[in-house]
C-alpha cells in the first residue's frame, strides 16, 4: 500500500518589528502539523470499538493517559485512529481524544429522524455535537438487538444525509462460512446499503467475521486477504473501479500486538476495527504497528548522539517531546473553533497592591541572552551591541541592577541564559560589575540540539565541522535549560520562589514591585505581561482563551488559512506577548513532575542548510519552542496589560536608529523608554536594505541619529549621510536615487518625499 506523506505547511509569517521580539527565532519556522495529508492511496484506519466497556469514566481516562506516551511512535499521515466509547461519554472526551489526535466514533445511531423514538439518537445529533463518526451495523447489534440489513441501510441513509462518516460493519457467522457462503453474506449485507450511499469519502467498509470476534480466533492473513480482496472486487463490479480502490476495508476479530504485523501486510487490509485488545495500554502498540513513526527506528541514534555530546537528561527529555511531534506529525493548528478571544485583563494602571519589597529575596531576574546578533551583522552576543552614550545593553543591564539594588535597599539575584556562543563574551564584559557575581550564580548555559537531516528525519551530519551539526533549541529551552543546569534545584533550595524573565534586548522590562507583588498575590503559577495589538502588530501572534479552558498563543503558523481574517483581527485578538514573563518556580517543578521531564510546548520547525554560509549543504530542520508558549502548560495562568514603556525591544536596525534618537529617553533607573509625547508608539523606522548591518547604520549616521520625536515614519531609500541637526516630523521618505551617497542636509522635514 503507498501511502502519501505529503503534508502541507505554511512558513510562520514575519512579524511587525513591535512583535519581533517573540517571534524572531521562527522567522522561516512552521508550526508543525500533521494537517491534512491529501492521500493518494488508501490511508489506515484504526478502529478501537470500546463496546459496553468499561466500568468506570475514571477507567477511561486512565487509558487515554497511557496512550499518551505512546503518540510520537505513531505517525499521523500514515494512520486514522478514531475510538468508539459508549454513548454517555462520546462528548465528554471529545477534547482529550482530540489531544490525541484521534476521531471519535458512536457505536450506532438512528434509522429515523428526531421525533418520538425514545432511547434513540440521530446521525444529525451526532453532528449536531461535533462529531464526525460512527459505526453501524456491527454483528452484535444485528444479532443481539435485531437490526435487519434494511435497517443499517436506512441509518446509512440517514449517515450520509447529515454528513456523517461511518464504519460500516459486516461479517459472516461460523456456519456461513462452513457453508461456504461467505462472500454471499458479504455482498448481502452490503448490496443492501449500496443504493444509499452517494458520498463514498464517507464510508468505511469494516470486515468482521462474527466468529472471530471476541473469540480469540483471528482469521488467518490469507483468509482475511481472500475476503476482503472479494469485497473490493464486489464493490467494483457493483459500484465503480474508482470507488474499489479507493474505499478503505478494515478487518475486526480478535486483533492484537501479536497478529496485527502479519495481517497488516495483506494488500486488502487497510487497517483494524478492534474490540478487547483497544481496552488496554496495548492498544497503540498496534497502531504503531500499523503506522510507525521516524521515533521508533531513529530516536535511538539520537540518544545515543546527545549522551556522547554530554547533554544532560532534560535536555534529551525536551529533544525527544520535540522530535516525536516531528516524527508523528501531530496537528498543532489551532483554527478559531477552538478559540475565544481575551476581552479583557487587569491592566498595570490600574493594579492596586501594595507593593511589597520582602518578595525581592525570593525572586530572581533573569535575562534571556542567548542570541547573536547576526542578524544585525554582529559575530557576537547582541547584548554588546552599543545602545547609547557609550553603553551596551549589558551594561545598562548592570546598571538596572545596581540601582535596583539600591533604591530596594536590598540584594537582588540576578542571572543570564547565555547560549555557547555568547557566554564567554558575556561573562568578560560584566567582569567590572564586580557585585553582579560570577560563574553558576550569573549564568546557566542554554542547551543545544541536534539538527534533523529534512529529508529522512535522521540526526544531520556534517563532517567538515561537526559543530554544524548542532543548533540552539530556541528560548522555550529556558525551562530544561534550568532544570538540567540544576539551577532550579539550587534556586528553590535556596528560598527562591519567583522568577521575571525578559529578553536582554528590551530595556523596557525591569523589575516592578507593585506587578511582582500583583503576581504572588494573584497566586498565578506563570504570568504574561502583554500589550495591546496595533495595526503594525497584526501579522503576529496573539494570545486567546483556549475553550478546553486556561490562556494560550497562536502564531501564525498555527492559524488555519481560512482564519486568517480572525487573527490578524486586532480588536477581536487584542494583545501579543511582550516576553516578559512572571514564572512560579516551584510551579515549574512540578509541572516537569506532571509531564515527566518535558514541557508540551509547540514546536516549531525552522529550515536551513546544515552550514548556514553553504546554501548547497544538506537540508535540515532545526526545532525550537518559544518560552510564552508556556502558558499553555499551567494551569491558572494568566496575563496582564502592561504599557508599551515595558517593551522596547531591537531587532533591526531599524529599531536600534529609532532607540539612538531623541524619541527615546534614559530614565534614573537606566531603562530606554519612549518620550512621553510619544504616547506610547515608537516611530516607524525603515531603512534601505544596505543598512541591514549596524556599521552600515552608524556610517549613515556619523553625528549620531537625526530627531525623531515628532516623527512618525521615515523611510530611506538609497545611500545617505545625515547632517547634524536634521529634525524628521510626520512621515517623511529620503530618497537618492543617484547611485552615489549624498548627505541630508540639516533642517526641518516634515510630511515630505526628500530627494536628494
Ligand atoms: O467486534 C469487534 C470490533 O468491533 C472485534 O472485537 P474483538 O477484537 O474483541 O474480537
Redesign the pocket.
Known amino acids: 500500500m503507498a501511502v502519501c506523506k505529503s503534508k502541507k505547511k505554511r512558513a510562520l509569517l514575519c512579524p511587525s518589528a513591535a512583535q519581533a521580539c517573540f517571534a524572531e527565532a521562527f522567522c522561516e519556522a512552521a508550526v508543525l502539523s500533521a494537517s491534512d495529508s491529501a492521500p493518494m492511496a488508501r490511508k489506515f484506519i484504526v478502529?478501537g470499538?470500546w463496546?459496553c466497556n468499561p466500568k468506570t469514566y475514571k477507567e477511561c481516562n486512565e487509558l487515554l493517559r497511557g496512550w499518551k506516551k505512546s503518540l510520537p511512535m505513531v505517525d499521523r499521515s500514515a494512520v486514522e485512529v478514531v475510538i468508539c466509547p459508549p454513548a454517555l461519554w462520546l462528548t465528554s472526551f471529545t477534547e482529550t481524544f482530540e489531544g490525541l489526535g484521534m476521531g471519535v466514533c458512536a457505536q450506532n445511531c438512528s434509522k429515523t429522524d428526531a421525533g418520538a423514538f425514545t432511547g434513540e439518537w440521530t446521525a444529525a445529533n451526532l453532528v449536531d455535537l461535533g462529531l464526525q463518526w460512527t459505526?453501524l451495523g456491527?454483528?452484535?447489534r444485528r444479532s443481539l438487538y435485531g437490526e435487519t440489513d434494511e435497517d443499517v441501510a436506512l441509518k446509512v441513509e440517514k449517515c450520509q444525509a447529515a454528513g456523517l462518516n461511518v464504519i460500516l460493519?459486516i461479517g459472516e457467522k461460523l456456519e456461513e462460512r462452513e457453508a461456504g457462503k461467505t462472500d454471499e453474506v458479504n455482498k448481502r449485507q452490503l448490496g443492501a446499503c449500496l443504493p444509499k450511499i452517494k458520498d463514498w469519502d464517507k464510508v468505511v467498509i469494516?470486515y468482521?467475521p462474527v466468529w472471530?470476534?471476541?473469540?480469540g480466533k483471528v482469521a488467518t492473513p490469507e483468509q482475511a486477504e481472500e475476503t476482503q480482496k472479494a469485497i473490493r472486487a464486489y464493490l467494483s463490479q457493483a459500484v465503480s473501479s474508482a470507488v474499489a480502490e479507493k474505499v478503505r476495508i478494515q478487518y475486526?476479530?480478535?486483533?492484537n500486538p501479536e497478529n496485527c504485523a502479519e495481517l497488516i501486510k495483506q494488500p486488502n487490509i487497510d487497517g483494524f476495527?478492534?474490540?478487547?485488545?483497544?481496552l488496554k495500554p496495548s492498544f497503540m502498540d498496534i497502531v504503531k504497528t500499523v503506522g510507525p513513526s521516524k521515533m521508533v527506528d531513529v530516536w535511538p541514534a539520537y540518544e545515543s548522539k546527545m549522551e556522547k555530546e554530554g547533554c544532560n537528561q532534560a535536555a534529551i527529555d525536551a529533544f525527544k517531546y520535540n522530535y516525536g511531534v516531528l516524527a508523528s506529525g501531530a496537528d498543532v493548528m489551532l483554527p478559531e473553533s477552538k478559540l475565544d478571544p481575551v476581552d479583557s485583563l487587569p491592566t498595570f494602571e490600574k493594579l492596586k497592591v501594595k507593593p511589597d519589597a520582602r518578595l525581592l529575596k525570593k525572586t530572581l531576574i533573569l535575562k534571556l541572552n542567548g542570541g547573536l546578533g547576526t542578524g544585525m551583522g554582529l559575530e557576537k552576543a547582541k547584548s554588546l551591541l552599543e545602545v547609547t552614550e557609550g553603553n551596551t545593553f549589558l551594561d545598562l543591564i548592570a546598571q538596572q541592577v545596581a540601582w535596583m539594588k539600591k533604591e530596594f535597599k536590598t540584594d537582588l539575584k540576578f542571572m543570564l541564559m547565555n547560549s555557547f556562543a555568547t557566554s564567554a563574551d558575556t561573562l568578560e564584559a560584566l567582569k567590572k560589575y564586580t557585585d553582579l557575581g560570577t560563574g553558576s550564580d550569573l549564568e546557566f548555559v542554554q542547551n543545544k540540539a541536534p539538527k534533523v537531516t529534512a529529508s529522512d528525519l535522521t540526526p544531520a551530519s556534517w563532517e567538515k565541522d561537526s559543530s554544524h551539526e548542532w543548533c540552539p533549541p530556541g528560548h522555550g529551552d529556558l525551562y530544561p535549560a534550568m532544570l538540567g543546569s540544576g539551577t532550579l534545584d539550587k534556586l528553590l533550595k535556596k528560598g527562591y520562589r519567583y522568577m521575571f524573565v525578559s529578553n536582554s534586548d528590551n530595556l523596557g522590562a525591569t523589575m516592578d514591585l507593585k506587578i511582582l507583588t500583583h503576581f504572588v498575590q494573584s497566586e498565578a503559577p506563570f504570568m504574561m505581561e502583554v500589550a495591546e495589538r496595533t495595526d503594525a502588530d497584526k501579522k503576529g501572534g496573539h494570545l486567546a482563551q483556549s475553550k478546553a479552558g486556561g490562556l494560550l498563543l497562536r502564531e501564525s503558523a498555527q492559524c488555519p488559512e481560512a482564519d486568517e481574517k480572525e487573527f490578524q483581527n486586532t480588536s477581536k485578538y487584542k494583545f501579543f506577548n511582550t516576553n516578559n514573563l512572571w514564572v512560579d518556580l516551584r510551579a515549574l517543578k512540578n509541572l516537569f513532575r506532571k509531564f515527566d521531564g518535558a514541557l508540551p510546548l509547540p514546536v516549531m520547525k525552522n529550515s536551513k542548510t546544515v552550514d548556514p554560509r553553504d546554501k548547497a549543504s544538506t537540508k535540515v530542520l532545526q526545532l525550537e519552542t518559544a518560552m510564552g508558549a508556556a502558558i499553555q502548560c499551567f494551569p491558572g495562568a494568566s496575563a496582564l496589560v502592561i504599557p508599551r514603556s515595558r517593551f522596547a525591544p531591537v531587532k533591526t536596525t531599524n529599531d536600534l536608529l529609532a532607540l539612538r534618537s531623541d524619541a527615546y529617553q534614559l530614565t534614573e533607573d537606566f531603562r530606554i523608554v519612549l518620550k512621553e509625547e510619544r504616547d506610547g508608539v515608537p516611530p516607524d523606522v525603515k531603512l534601505d536594505g544596505m543598512y541591514k548591518f549596524t556599521d552600515a547604520m552608524e556610517k549613515m549616521i556619523p553625528n549620531g541619529a537625526p530627531s525623531l520625536v515628532g516623527c512618525k515614519k521615515l523611510v530611506v531609500e538609497g545611500e545617505v549621510t545625515f547632517a547634524k541637526d536634521v529634525v524628521i516630523k510626520g512621515t517623511v521618505t529620503i530618497k537618492n536615487t543617484s547611485g552615489g551617497s549624498k548627505e541630508v542636509p540639516s533642517g526641518t522635514y516634515e510630511d515630505t518625499t526628500k530627494e536628494l
Open positions: 478502529g470499538n463496546k459505526l456491527h454483528s452484535e460493519c469494516a468482521e472471530a470476534i471476541g473469540t475486526g476479530g480478535s486483533v476495527l478492534v474490540g478487547g485488545a483497544s
